[in-house]
């Protein structure tokens, strides 16, 4: 047995433990597609607060599933959201209604050993301004009036009210109100029942997904039965997440098969034998069976959108096979595959390696999916490459050719194509080409938006706006960030930033702000309060005093009174109000200790673009506070990376230059120039069509060097004899090429349709041009 013949068998093993490796994996059900688009957000460069601060409000919402049930009769809405709920009975292991405590008697109780502490920044105002009459008339009013609002415990607990208005206050956080045992919420036209649920079951995962979506939507038409006008309002992020997921399935499949028939119609079209497009195949899955194994061993999950673009990796894994083939049944028939191999070895080898820099590239992103495309593409390269190399040269026998009647009219074109040289014509289309260049980059906008990496369904962004807008959420991607050494700090801190909130509110800028020093206020707040209450309201002859006289109590009723009222001044503490049922819906705000220091967050509600401005300006001069705006500050690393890239690009270039120069001399730069005046084509090409540039743009660019120099190895190893072999497999790997990345290029997936118009353009330029710069190929050694 030679040499080449062991290298087969033991290629023939490795793919064999792939390929059981594999088996494992998906009959174990290890490998499930991940669905998160978060998950393809940029790492981000920030301190451990912050980093936390987004992981809590994403997991705070990860989870949840809100559904709005309006009619204009509340009757109506209460029997659609019955039959509803009878829908989601019927697989209970699915969801948990999360409808809150709603008798305040049952949450309250915890609050009842602090209230002269817990008062209102209106009430605090009060104490510090109003008269003795004002709040014994108050006083009078909660005792004698059956009218006077929020109860809450006895009168003597809270004869002024103060507790009774800070709990108003809290209830005022959020405009949805219990209602005939259910939650309530309504606009001018419509009144909804709110039906909050908890998923039990992971939200990305797909196997959840599946199962859930189907549900809702058949407890959704149950509801639309028996009240045939009823609205309903659903949002969660699974349901972002399977949209994301179906579609994501979809352009896999799209692209994915049609890009695998495009390519056997080629290599049947060129070759007219079975044989061919098998090796072809073979060499395909091999890369794409390497390249799940290794990504799914290495990052245990591939996200769905890695498999998207892994299904392009089809148009460019053929590429070694094709070239190998258009010689092996080309002029150089006559042969022997030792020596064809050790021919076409160096041209291989270099071809391997430019097109693994272009993909290196997207390695160099902050993006977890993009570090997964970039590493499940170059596995699949390089598998396919070896599976070239040593398996063709034993299993693909050189036989008579019989091209199609179209390859052999592709062949000819090339003694028709224009050769580049010096004079009038080159000279002027050089002129025209820069002309073109210039006007159409000049043409060119940026945009870095973040959004461009997820375009949800209409119907979810319609229904997520409303629902928001109603409910009066807060915005999970702009918040504060406040932070201190201690627990009293971050809440001194929130309370200096809320009276700074508190103008905006004013000039109606924001809607509100949920906070924890909303429900515990500082120590130094909570000392303030009860010095002011005692000084105010329970000083000898103030205010108590004067209420017992209007009442017919003597003194021992006022010290008996006051006594009680002092005993309901013990300190709150963040740690005993998380403890209590009414810090759920707030326990994400609370982030604790992170490293050496303490932090909160401080969220908002009804902010607009317009506000954001002056959202930022509320936290200058105010030590530990912080604006964090999620969508500027990651738009911003796109930016900052697209600029990077194209150094990268730049240095690419460089580097690239360096490796062909050794091998080429003086006739490298033909290699090169051909994806160079392609790339700046393609810019202009998108400038004139009205395209903003953005990180894909580059990121495709990149690519299109790895690719584009591979057409350039292939004019520049040929000989006279062989060239049109080379045109052959340039031409066959661009339209492959082109199917693949052409159909992501139909992608819904702004990003990925951005890369695949590029890659499209590119090698479509590349295709046309490297044959202009052909020159006589270095001697063959």
């Given at each position: 047995?030679?040499?080449?013949?062991?290298?087969a068998?033991?290629?023939?093993?490795v793919v064999c433990?792939?390929?059981?490796?594999?088996?494992?994996?998906?009959?174990?059900?290890?490998?499930?597609?991940?669905?998160?688009i978060?998950?393809?957000?940029?790492i981000?460069?920030?301190?451990p607060?912050?980093q936390?601060?987004?992981?809590?409000?994403?997991?705070?919402?990860?989870?949840r599933?809100?559904?709005l049930?309006?009619?204009?009769?509340?009757?109506?809405a209460?029997?659609?959201?019955?039959?509803?709920?009878?829908?989601?009975?019927?697989?209970?292991g699915?969801?948990?209604?999360?409808?809150p405590?709603?008798?305040?008697?049952d949450?309250?109780?915890?609050?009842?050993?602090?209230?002269?502490?817990?008062?209102?920044p209106?009430?605090e105002?009060?104490?510090?301004?109003?008269?003795?009459?004002?709040?014994?008339?108050?006083a009078?009013a909660?005792?004698?009036?059956p009218?006077?609002?929020?109860?809450?415990?006895?009168?003597?607990d809270?004869p002024f009210?103060?507790f009774g208005?800070?709990?108003?206050?809290r209830?005022?956080?959020?405009?949805v109100?219990?209602?005939?045992g259910?939650?309530?919420?309504?606009?001018?036209?419509?009144?909804?029942?709110?039906?909050?649920?908890?998923l039990?079951?992971?939200a990305?995962?797909?196997?959840?997904q599946r199962?859930?979506?189907?549900?809702?939507e058949?407890?959704?038409?149950?509801?639309k039965?028996?009240?045939?006008?009823?609205?309903v309002?659903v949002?969660?992020?699974i349901l972002?997440?399977?949209a994301a997921?179906?579609?994501?399935?979809?352009?896999?499949?799209?692209?994915?098969?049609g890009?695998?028939?495009g390519?056997?119609l080629?290599?049947?079209?060129?070759?007219?034998?079975?044989?061919?497009?098998?090796?072809?195949?073979?060499?395909v899955?091999?890369?794409?069976?390497a390249?799940?194994?290794v990504?799914?061993?290495?990052?245990?999950?591939?996200?769905i959108?890695?498999?998207?673009?892994?299904?392009?990796?089809?148009g460019v894994?053929?590429?070694?096979?094709?070239y190998?083939?258009?010689?092996?049944f080309?002029?150089?028939a006559?042969?022997?595959?030792?020596?064809?191999?050790?021919?076409?070895?160096?041209?291989?080898?270099?071809?391997?390696?430019?097109t693994?820099?272009?993909?290196?590239?997207l390695?160099?992103?902050?993006?977890?999916?993009?570090?997964?495309?970039?590493?499940?593409?170059?596995?699949?390269?390089?598998?396919?490459?070896l599976?070239?190399v040593?398996?063709?040269?034993?299993?693909?026998?050189?036989s008579a050719?019989?091209?199609?009647?179209?390859?052999?009219?592709?062949?000819n074109r090339?003694?028709?194509?224009?050769?580049?040289?010096v004079n009038?014509?080159?000279?002027?289309?050089a002129?025209l080409?820069?002309?073109?260049?210039?006007?159409?980059v000049?043409?060119?906008?940026?945009?870095?938006?973040?959004?461009?990496?997820?375009?949800?369904?209409?119907?979810?962004?319609?229904d997520?706006?409303k629902?928001s807008?109603?409910l009066?959420?807060?915005?999970?991607v702009?918040?504060?960030?406040?932070?201190g050494?201690?627990?009293?700090?971050?809440?001194?801190r929130?309370?200096?930033?809320?009276?700074?909130?508190?103008?905006?509110?004013e000039?109606?800028?924001?809607?509100?702000?949920?906070?924890?020093?909303?429900?515990?206020?500082?120590?130094?707040a909570?000392?303030?309060?009860?010095?002011?209450?005692e000084?105010?309201?329970?000083?000898?002859g103030?205010?108590?005093?004067?209420?017992?006289?209007?009442?017919?109590?003597?003194?021992?009723?006022v010290a008996?009174?006051?006594?009680?009222?002092?005993t309901s001044a013990s300190?709150?503490?963040?740690d005993?109000?998380?403890?209590?049922?009414?810090?759920?819906?707030?326990r994400?705000?609370w982030l604790?200790?992170?490293?050496?220091g303490?932090?909160?967050?401080v969220?908002?509600?009804?902010l607009?673009?317009?506000s954001?401005?002056?959202?930022q300006?509320?936290?200058?001069?105010l030590?530990?506070?912080?604006?964090v705006?999620?969508?500027?500050?990651?738009?911003?690393?796109?930016?900052r990376y697209?600029?990077?890239?194209s150094?990268?690009?730049?240095?690419?270039y460089?580097?690239?230059?360096?490796?062909?120069?050794?091998?080429?001399?003086?006739?490298?730069?033909r290699?090169?120039?051909?994806?160079?005046?392609?790339?700046?084509?393609?810019?202009?090409?998108?400038g004139?069509?009205?395209?903003?540039?953005?990180?894909?743009?580059?990121?495709?660019?990149?690519?299109?060097?790895?690719?584009?120099?591979?057409y350039g190895?292939?004019?520049q190893?040929?000989?006279?004899q062989?060239?049109q072999?080379?045109?052959?497999?340039?031409?066959l790997?661009?339209l492959?090429?082109?199917?693949?990345?052409?159909?992501?290029?139909?992608?819904k997936?702004?990003?990925?349709q951005?890369?695949?118009?590029?890659?499209?353009?590119?090698?479509?330029?590349?295709?046309l041009?490297?044959?202009?710069?052909?020159?006589?190929?270095?001697?063959t050694k």
């Amino acid at each position: 047995m030679n040499q080449r013949v062991l290298l087969a068998w033991v290629w023939a093993l490795v793919v064999c433990l792939l390929l059981a490796y594999s088996a494992h994996r998906w009959l174990g059900g290890r490998i499930a597609p991940n669905t998160d688009i978060l998950a393809l957000l940029p790492i981000q460069e920030r301190d451990p607060a912050l980093q936390q601060a987004f992981t809590r409000l994403v997991d705070s919402a990860q989870q949840r599933l809100i559904v709005l049930l309006g009619t204009d009769d509340w009757a109506q809405a209460n029997h659609a959201a019955d039959a509803y709920d009878r829908v989601l009975e019927q697989d209970p292991g699915l969801l948990q209604s999360a409808n809150p405590i709603t008798d305040y008697r049952d949450w309250l109780t915890s609050f009842q050993p602090h209230r002269l502490n817990l008062i209102t920044p209106q009430s605090e105002t009060d104490l510090r301004s109003q008269p003795t009459q004002y709040w014994t008339d108050i006083a009078l009013a909660k005792l004698y009036s059956p009218f006077v609002g929020l109860q809450v415990g006895a009168w003597r607990d809270d004869p002024f009210g103060l507790f009774g208005r800070w709990v108003q206050a809290r209830a005022q956080e959020t405009p949805v109100r219990p209602r005939d045992g259910r939650l309530s919420v309504s606009d001018d036209h419509l009144q909804y029942v709110v039906m909050p649920f908890t998923l039990r079951v992971p939200a990305f995962s797909m196997k959840s997904q599946r199962a859930v979506i189907p549900l809702l939507e058949q407890a959704s038409q149950a509801a639309k039965k028996t009240a045939p006008l009823v609205e309903v309002l659903v949002a969660g992020v699974i349901l972002h997440a399977a949209a994301a997921g179906d579609q994501a399935r979809q352009e896999m499949s799209t692209i994915g098969i049609g890009s695998s028939i495009g390519i056997v119609l080629l290599i049947w079209v060129t070759f007219q034998r079975v044989s061919p497009v098998a090796m072809i195949l073979l060499s395909v899955v091999v890369g794409c069976l390497a390249a799940l194994s290794v990504c799914s061993w290495l990052f245990g999950q591939l996200h769905i959108l890695t498999l998207v673009f892994g299904a392009s990796l089809v148009g460019v894994a053929q590429d070694y096979g094709i070239y190998f083939l258009c010689h092996r049944f080309g002029v150089d028939a006559q042969l022997d595959s030792g020596q064809l191999l050790r021919r076409l070895l160096p041209g291989l080898v270099l071809t391997l390696v430019t097109t693994v820099i272009g993909y290196f590239g997207l390695a160099l992103t902050p993006f977890p999916g993009l570090r997964q495309m970039a590493v499940f593409s170059t596995v699949g390269l390089i598998f396919a490459w070896l599976t070239v190399v040593f398996w063709f040269p034993i299993l693909v026998y050189p036989s008579a050719s019989t091209s199609a009647p179209f390859v052999q009219w592709y062949s000819n074109r090339l003694a028709r194509w224009p050769v580049l040289c010096v004079n009038r014509s080159t000279l002027l289309a050089a002129v025209l080409f820069i002309a073109f260049s210039i006007f159409g980059v000049w043409q060119l906008g940026i945009n870095d938006d973040i959004r461009l990496l997820h375009n949800p369904p209409k119907n979810l962004i319609d229904d997520q706006i409303k629902l928001s807008r109603l409910l009066d959420t807060p915005s999970p991607v702009q918040f504060y960030i406040v932070r201190g050494t201690t627990p009293e700090m971050v809440l001194q801190r929130e309370e200096m930033l809320k009276q700074r909130l508190d103008q905006l509110i004013e000039k109606r800028l924001i809607n509100g702000y949920q906070a924890v020093s909303n429900w515990v206020p500082s120590l130094r707040a909570q000392t303030t309060h009860r010095q002011l209450v005692e000084r105010s309201l329970l000083n000898e002859g103030g205010p108590l005093a004067a209420l017992a006289l209007r009442i017919g109590e003597n003194g021992g009723w006022v010290a008996a009174t006051r006594q009680q009222l002092l005993t309901s001044a013990s300190t709150l503490t963040p740690d005993d109000f998380l403890k209590t049922a009414a810090s759920e819906p707030w326990r994400h705000l609370w982030l604790g200790q992170v490293e050496d220091g303490y932090s909160s967050i401080v969220s908002l509600r009804g902010l607009n673009k317009t506000s954001l401005p002056e959202l930022q300006s509320a936290a200058a001069g105010l030590e530990g506070v912080r604006w964090v705006d999620q969508v500027h500050e990651i738009s911003s690393v796109l930016s900052r990376y697209r600029k990077y890239m194209s150094w990268v690009i730049l240095l690419s270039y460089i580097a690239v230059y360096c490796l062909l120069y050794p091998r080429y001399r003086s006739s490298a730069w033909r290699v090169l120039a051909p994806t160079a005046l392609a790339s700046v084509a393609t810019l202009a090409l998108l400038g004139i069509a009205g395209h903003s540039l953005q990180l894909f743009h580059m990121l495709a660019l990149m690519l299109i060097l790895g690719i584009g120099v591979d057409y350039g190895i292939f004019f520049q190893e040929s000989s006279t004899q062989t060239r049109q072999a080379a045109w052959l497999a340039v031409g066959l790997s661009a339209l492959s090429t082109l199917l693949s990345f052409g159909l992501l290029g139909l992608s819904k997936t702004p990003a990925l349709q951005a890369f695949g118009i590029t890659m499209s353009i590119g090698i479509a330029a590349v295709w046309l041009i490297v044959p202009c710069l052909r020159y006589d190929p270095i001697p063959t050694k």
